[in-house]
C-alpha cells in the first residue's frame, strides 16, 4: 500500500526558509511524478510545484516561482521542497502526491496523497 509521509513543516518567521520532506513507500518511486499541494483554512487547495519521474523536469505555480524548490532523490524515495523567503501568505497545510508517469496540477489527478505538514508563517 502507497504511502506518502510529509515532514518539516513549522512555524516561522516572513522571510524565513523550511524544508519539507515526503518520504514514499509501497510504490516504485522512479514511476511517479511527484507534486505538492497547498491548502490554506477556508481556501481551495493549490497546486504549488511538481517534478518529473526523473528529476529533470519541473513546473512551478507562479506564487512560488524563484522562491520554492522542489528536488527528489530516487534512491531514497523522498521529496523535498525547499521554501525560501516564506510570506505569511504561503501558510497553509502542505501535501505531496504521487501520479504515475506524469505530473499534473491538477489534484484531481493523483491518486496518493500524505496526511500534510503545517507550515505557519508570521509576518
Known amino acids: 500500500q502507497v504511502q506518502l509521509v510529509e515532514s518539516g513543516g513549522g512555524l516561522v518567521q516572513a522571510g524565513d526558509s523550511l524544508r519539507l520532506s515526503c518520504a514514499a513507500s509501497?510504490?516504485?518511486?522512479?514511476?511517479?511524478?511527484m507534486a505538492w499541494f497547498r491548502q490554506a483554512p477556508g481556501k481551495k487547495r493549490e497546486f504549488v510545484v511538481a517534478v518529473s519521474r526523473t528529476g529533470d523536469r519541473t513546473y512551478y505555480s507562479d506564487s512560488v516561482k524563484g522562491r520554492f524548490t522542489i528536488s527528489r532523490d530516487n534512491a531514497k524515495s523522498t521529496v523535498y521542497l525547499q521554501m525560501n523567503m516564506l510570506k505569511p501568505e504561503d501558510a497553509a497545510v502542505y501535501y505531496c502526491?504521487?501520479?504515475?508517469?506524469?505530473?499534473?496540477?491538477?489534484?484531481?489527478?493523483?491518486?496518493?496523497w500524505g496526511q500534510g505538514t503545517q507550515v505557519t508563517v508570521s509576518s
Open positions: 502526491a504521487a501520479r504515475l508517469w506524469f505530473y499534473s496540477d491538477d489534484g484531481e489527478r493523483y491518486g496518493n
Open positions: 509501497g510504490l516504485t518511486f522512479s514511476m511517479y511524478s
